[in-house]
């Protein structure tokens, strides 16, 4: 996938990476720094077969001279991270069913319905067990609920609405017990039974330039800010702020935190997991005659 010789002499291969970077981070928000020019090669081979290109600087200049989704699409594809599991870091998710829905239950007097987003869902397993976690814990919520799963990626989000896992998916963090009741078999895995978890909705989504897309009593936005740029980082906190009810839980990962984004929050502790309490101050009067909080 090298660059032809004449190329590198007029197009050096360094200012060919860092104007794909720039245009990832225009894009998505994503942070490639020099050291990681690399992925560039790595990565788009794919998409320079696909798209009939013969090396990377014709792929810069067709982003440039023309406006074509699909080519936007698959670089967004391969260049931003999907790895996932089911019940990552499984503490997040005693916290979410031993403290956070609690809370939010007594903060409503259960009389609301329980609007959850997740931020980022890549494939789907993380709002699969957000689901899974409210069916088996909270059953009295499963059809007060709605979940709102987002991500960029058009692919990953097609995988996640068809909701088929392989056996090597499913495999990692799903217990057995849960694969028996929340899964029907297929050939080569499984695919999940919507009529027994509370709704999801998948919408794609862009963190940086897109509205939220409702108002909700939880947000997970986990391991997306750890790869953006500074600036990047800012407008998601922003947005994720914006989108918070009064006293809404925003779950991050483990290396992340909003506290320079952010001004109105409170730090919650559940065991080993830290989560921040959104907009603590007086409750707006317009919040108790909200019944909906997404989209």
Known sequence: MGLPKKLRNTCPVTKIFESLAQIMER???VLIAPE?????????LGVLQQFQLPD???????????????????????????????F???AIFHALTNQIIPEWQKRTKGQSELWIWSAGCATGQEPYSVAMA??????????????????IAVKSLEKAKMGFYTHFELSRGLPENLQREYFTPNAGGATIRHDRLPKITFLHHNLVHDSPPGRFDIILCRNVSYYFSPDARKKLFCRLESAA?????????????????????RIWEYQMVRYYELKTKTKPHHEDRENSGGA
């Open 88 to 90: 990552r870091d499984e």
């Open 56 to 86: 990377l600087a014709s792929l810069l200049q067709q982003i440039e001279i023309q406006r074509n989704p699909l080519l936007i699409e698959s670089i967004i594809e391969m260049m931003t991270t999907h790895e996932t599991r089911f």
């Open 245 to 265: 009810k009064y006293g809404t839980a925003l779950i991050v990962g483990a290396a992340e935190s909003p506290v320079e984004y952010i001004q109105d929050y």
């Open 27 to 29: 894009m998505t928000g």
């Open 134 to 151: 409210i069916a088996q814990l909270h059953p009295q919520l499963t059809s007060r609920t709605q979940i709102v799963a987002t991500d």
């Open 36 to 44: 990681k020019y690399y992925l560039f090669e790595h990565r788009l």
